[in-house]
Structures are given as C-alpha cells and as structure tokens.
C-alpha cells in the first residue's frame, strides 16, 4: 500500500502503431504516451486519435500540465492542436506548456499560432538540455538520426527514472545516452538490413543489452513488426537479453513501483 494511493507513477499507451502503414489503418491504435508522474501529467507525442484514446480512457486533457513532442512526423504530432484546445479548456482555462524540436515550430509549424496564446509557453528542445515540469525533470540527452529533428527523453520522477527512445536511425550513442530502470523503446521494423532511419529488433535487442534496464518496453510497431507479433519477439528478447522485456498493447498502462524501490 505504502505510497501507491498518493502519487502513482503511470505511462499509459494509449497507442501502439508507429510508422504510416500502421497508422493510416489503424490495425493498431495510436496516440502517444499518457504520464502521471508524482502527480504531473504529461502527454508525449499524440499522433492521430489522441483525443479519441484518451477520452475514451477517462484521462482528463485539463489536468496536463505539458505536451512533448519528439518530432513533427505526423505519427507523433497530429493531435496536437487538439489537444492544446483540451489541455485549455478550448482556451478558456489558459495553462500548460507546449516542448518540441525547432523544426516543428518554425518554417512550418505543427501548432496553429492562435492555440499558442492559450498556453503559458512554448519552449524548444534542444540536444543535451534538460527541463523541469510540475514536480518532474526531463533531460534532452541527445540528437536522433532521423529526416526530421528529434530528441528522445529521459525523466526522472521523485522515485524513479525512465528512458523514451523515439524513432531513429541506430547509432551507438543511443546505448550510453539513456540509462534508467526503465526504457520505452519505438521499435518500427522486425528485420535490420537494410539500415533505415527506424530501429529494428536486432537494433534493439543491442541496445537493450548495452543499457540494462530492469524493463524495456517495445512499442510503435510497423506492419513487418505487427506481423513477427510483437509480444513473441518480446518473449524472445527477454531470453536473450536476460532483461525484463514487454510488448506494450493498445490503453496498457505500466506502474514504476513494478520497477521495486531505488
Ligand atoms: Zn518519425
């Protein structure tokens, strides 16, 4: 019971497709990722059906405190003008903060500029920086290889510390970049070869053995991914890597105290 019922520290799925394939069928749902850490609610990445994962779950967009975007690929940013619109009370309850890349604001913004003045800022990720939001820190560690500007995360809440790696290209600064007891890792394509700007299963399964973490989480799956069944290549990973290693599902929600203490 100890600490469970004051500040339970969440990550919600509220979908798991990644890539166009996936998305544009919706076989699998996506959506992002809805925290509650230590009381501060986040939304990471809200691709298209957001605002229909998150209502239908019951999650309340005006308790947000921010929205995170890794990049302005549309599976990752579709909804988010919704959903500043919500976080706000359709505007009339100004508040929350808006993080993304530099290239998701400028030449051609993913957020319309008169949703902005509804929010109490917008502040721009940069490689190696770290933020604070509500009781919460998140740290920027390092540059994606990715066609558009994109960082990853790693947050640290009052008990625990976690890692999202968001798409990329692998590159060997993904395995010293996010150590945490927890690691969330978008995992587009079954095979590795050829290299493309996504991980695979053999990408993760090496970055998965250089980082330890006590869970890794595999999620935005693509359609060879959905069809080698995400939950066997999961089963396997966890033999071969003798970490802990879950397929995440569609509305899935992952307690941090199932990490044990720090
Ligand atoms: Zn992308």
Not at 68 to 85: G, Q, T
Not at 134 to 139: R, W
Not at 180 to 200: A, K, T
């Amino acid at each position: 019971m100890r600490g469970k019922s004051l500040s339970p520290d969440t990550i919600t799925f509220l979908g798991t497709a990644g890539a166009r394939f996936m998305v544009i069928s919706q076989i699998l749902a996506s959506g992002g990722l809805w925290l509650n850490l230590s009381g501060t609610e986040i939304l990471v990445d809200p691709g298209p059906g957001c605002i229909v994962q998150s209502t239908k779950r019951k999650l309340k967009a005006d308790k947000l405190s921010a929205i995170i975007l890794s990049h302005r690929h549309l599976d990752h940013s579709a909804d988010v003008n919704i959903m500043v619109e919500a976080m706000t009370q359709g505007g009339f309850k100004r508040h929350g903060w808006l993080f993304a890349p530099a290239d998701a604001l400028e030449t051609e913004p993913v957020i319309f500029s008169y949703l902005k003045t509804y929010l109490d800022g917008v502040e721009v990720l940069q490689e190696g920086k770290s933020y604070s939001v509500g009781n919460i820190s998140f740290a920027t560690p390092i540059r994606h290889i990715h066609p558009v500007e994109t960082y990853g995360m790693i947050f640290k809440t009052t008990n625990h510390t976690f890692s999202y790696i968001s798409d990329s290209r692998y590159f060997d600064g993904l395995c010293t970049s996010y150590r945490g007891e927890l690691l969330i890792i978008n995992v587009v394509r079954h095979e590795g070869d050829p290299p493309f700007d996504h991980l695979s299963v053999p990408d993760a399964e090496h970055i998965i053995t250089e980082l330890k973490p006590k869970v890794a989480i595999l999620t935005h799956f693509g359609m060879t991914m959905w069809r080698a069944k995400p939950w066997e290549v999961a089963q396997r990973l966890s033999q071969e890597t003798g970490v802990r290693v879950l397929a995440a599902r569609d509305g899935m929600s992952f307690d941090l105290s199932d990490l044990g203490d720090t």
